[in-house]
C-alpha cells in the first residue's frame, strides 16, 4: 500500500548482491534464479492488489539502483 513497494525493491536488489557472493561457476544459473524470483514477486504485488503497477516499478527500479551500488561498492572495497 505504499510507493515504492519494498517486496519489488528488496527482490530486484538480491541478483546483485548475489554476483557477489556466488562462485563464477554458478553465477549465471543464480542470476537467472533472482531475476525470475524478481518477477515473480513483482507479478504477485500487482495481482493480489496490494500494489499499483507504478508501485512496483518505483520499487524495481530502486532495488536495481541499491543493488548496483553495492556490486560497485564491494567491488571497490575487495580491490582497496
Known amino acids: 500500500y505504499g510507493l515504492p513497494s ?8 538480491l541478483p546483485f548482491v548475489w554476483v557477489m557472493l556466488w562462485r563464477p561457476e554458478r553465477m549465471v544459473m543464480a542470476v537467472v534464479l533472482c531475476f525470475v524470483y524478481a518477477l515473480s514477486i513483482s507479478f504477485s504485488r500487482i495481482y493480489l492488489g496490494v500494489h499499483s503497477l507504478l508501485d512496483v516499478v518505483a520499487g524495481a527500479a530502486l532495488g536495481i539502483v541499491i543493488g548496483a551500488f553495492v556490486l560497485v561498492a564491494g567491488t571497490w572495497l575487495r580491490v582497496a
Not at 6 to 13: E, G, L, V
Open 6 to 13: 519494498t517486496h519489488a525493491q528488496a527482490a530486484w536488489c
